[in-house]
């Protein structure tokens, strides 16, 4: 088994660490802490949009919807395929690495594009390579991502807490 996205590029997961022998998606208590932050995280982001888009337009209903998701839950940036490159330059040609794994990340990204950065035109569209993709798990023939809210609601406080997940932005 390799890594996979889930949803959106960007966040890479073991496939054995977040999929059953079934290919479903484990329930959160079955997954190692650091994926289930992200799955959790993913629940409330997909369908989101750009934040680059947001940025830069006045009217949401003209932000294209994120493909792709860079940095730390709860301060990850979401990125649609025509601002990922932006991400990339701002990252790699920048300076934007000093930021990995930080709180900072992405709002310091945006900073940069409220300022009016953006990748030079040269620059390039990112290639994405996918490998076997019929390999991989069908996450929606599997069910789709399970519904945090209800897999929460059966929880009880204590089961919740011991799964030290930031849950702040769900109903539950």
Same mark, same amino acid.
């Given at each position: 088994?390799?890594?996979?996205?889930?949803? @959106?590029?960007?966040?890479?997961?073991?496939?054995?660490?977040? $999929?059953?022998? +079934?290919?479903?998606?484990?329930?959160?208590?079955?997954?190692?802490?650091?994926? &289930? &932050?992200?799955?959790? &995280?993913? *629940?409330?982001?997909?369908? +989101?949009?750009?934040?680059?888009?947001?940025? @830069? !337009?006045?009217?949401? &209903?003209?932000? +294209?919807?994120? #493909?792709?998701?860079?940095?730390?839950?709860?301060?990850?940036? @979401?990125?649609?395929? =025509?601002?990922?490159?932006?991400? $990339?330059?701002?990252?790699? =040609?920048?300076?934007? =690495?000093?930021?990995?794994?930080?709180?900072?990340?992405?709002? *310091?990204?945006?900073?940069?594009?409220?300022?009016?950065?953006?990748?030079?035109?040269?620059?390039?569209?990112?290639?994405?390579?996918? *490998?076997?993709?019929?390999?991989?798990?069908?996450?929606?023939?599997?069910?789709?991502?399970? #519904?945090?809210?209800?897999?929460?609601?059966?929880?009880?406080?204590? !089961?919740? =807490?011991?799964?030290?997940?930031?849950?702040?932005?769900?109903? *539950?």
């Amino acid at each position: 088994m390799g890594k996979v996205s889930i949803g @959106l590029r960007g966040w890479r997961f073991d496939e054995e660490e977040v $999929f059953d022998a +079934n290919g479903a998606i484990k329930p959160l208590a079955e997954m190692p802490p650091a994926p &289930r &932050r992200r799955v959790s &995280r993913l *629940t409330a982001i997909l369908g +989101n949009a750009c934040d680059v888009c947001m940025v @830069l !337009e006045d009217d949401e &209903r003209h932000c +294209n919807v994120a #493909s792709a998701v860079y940095g730390e839950p709860m301060h990850e940036v @979401l990125l649609c395929a =025509e601002h990922e490159s932006d991400f $990339f330059y701002w990252f790699r =040609e920048l300076g934007g =690495e000093e930021y990995a794994g930080s709180a900072a990340l992405a709002d *310091t990204f945006l900073e940069w594009i409220a300022d009016g950065g953006c990748a030079p035109e040269d620059y390039g569209e990112i290639e994405h390579v996918d *490998t076997e993709p019929d390999a991989l798990p069908d996450a929606a023939a599997a069910g789709g991502i399970p #519904s945090l809210e209800a897999e929460l609601e059966e929880m009880d406080e204590g !089961e919740r =807490e011991a799964l030290d997940v930031d849950v702040g932005d769900l109903d *539950t």
